[in-house]
Structures are given as C-alpha cells and as structure tokens.
C-alpha cells in the first residue's frame, strides 16, 4: 500500500448533493479500511484550483474529466452509496499509484 497521503477533491457538477454524499461514504470506507486519502469536497469548477493527487465523482463526469490536463486521476463511482464499489475504486487506484 502507499506510505504518503493522498489528496483527493469528491466533485459532482454543482459541489451541493450529491458530492457531499458521496464524500460521506467515501470517508467512512477510508477509514474502515484505513486507506492514505484526505478528501475535500467541491464542484467541477473546483478542480482549477485543485492541486491534490485524485478526483472522486459520478462515472458520467468521468469522461468529461478525462479530457483536463489539469486532472492526474478519477476515481469513478455508478453508485455514490455502495461501500463496495467505492472501496473496489479506492483500491484500485492505490495499488495503481504504489
């Protein structure tokens, strides 16, 4: 596993609903599991001031942020509540960047 700490922005279009949700559940698998990611949360607008290692969002913004130079790594989530596959990403991406 990683030894530095991860920063990672949980974005969805408007940073109201559904990014504070899936913020939330991230967090909890982030701590259940122990992973090195602190998470803030914010809009897409936000990304231009991000300078952290990871966005987190909705699997249909995914693509669009593909596109920005600006993003090193998405984690993309279908289901913004599911523990399972949120942890399957989370996993995913730290065993990518060990």
């Known amino acids: 596993?990683?030894?530095?700490?991860?920063k990672a922005l949980v974005c969805c279009r408007a940073g109201?609903?559904?990014s504070q949700m899936?913020?939330?559940v991230c967090d909890q698998v982030i701590n259940e599991e122990g992973y090195p990611i602190e998470t803030v949360t914010g809009s897409i607008d936000d990304i231009d001031g991000f300078d952290g290692d990871?966005?987190?969002t909705m699997s249909d913004l995914a693509d669009d942020l593909?596109?920005?130079d600006k993003v090193k790594n998405v984690v993309a989530v279908r289901d913004i509540v599911s523990?399972?596959?949120i942890n399957e990403r989370l996993k995913a991406f730290l065993d990518a960047v060990a």
């Open 1 to 6: 596993m990683a030894s530095k700490t991860y």
């Open 16 to 18: 109201i609903g559904s």
């Open 22 to 24: 899936l913020k939330i």
């Open 54 to 56: 990871l966005v987190i």
């Open 66 to 68: 593909a596109q920005n």
């Open 83 to 85: 523990k399972v596959e």
